[in-house]
Nanobody, 119 residues
Framework: QMQLVEPGGGLVQPGGSLRLSCAAS????????MGWYRQFPGKQRELVAI???????NYVDSVKGRFTISRDTAKNTVYLHMTSLKPEDTAVYYC?????????????WGQGTQVTVSS
């Protein structure tokens, strides 16, 4: 069964760093885009960063210069390296991957991980 597993997250002080990871497990044919989203309390989920199969990256303006997305194709894993963290980065972070299991591509989501930035 196809799933995305994202351990990590946790509590970090302002100005600190944290790396999130998300691994795709199961049987599939290919992975297209992989990305990270976050959800603030009472708000809709928003895109943080995305990386396509060719390695091109895009970021929401609020994290540019602080967050870096990367992927390890051999491990079917996407990472989000977060630096200079701010309290306003506190949210539940979800990974998403567009995966072709058989014929069609569809979205798969991780279970979400809490990131709290606080002193």
């Amino acid at each position: 069964q196809m799933q995305l597993v994202e351990p990590g997250g946790g509590l970090v002080q302002p100005g600190g760093s944290l790396r999130l990871s998300c691994a795709a497990s199961g049987s599939f044919r290919s992975i297209n885009d992989m990305g990270w989203y976050r959800q603030f309390p009472g708000k809709q989920r928003e895109l943080v960063a995305i990386i396509n199969s060719g390695g091109s990256e895009n970021y929401v303006d609020s994290v540019k210069g602080r967050f870096t997305i990367s992927r390890d194709t051999a491990k079917n894993t996407v990472y989000l390296h977060m630096t200079s963290l701010k309290p306003e980065d506190t949210a539940v972070y979800y990974c998403k991957a567009v995966i072709r299991v058989n014929v069609f591509f569809r979205d798969y989501w991780g279970q979400g991980t809490q990131v709290t930035v606080s002193s």
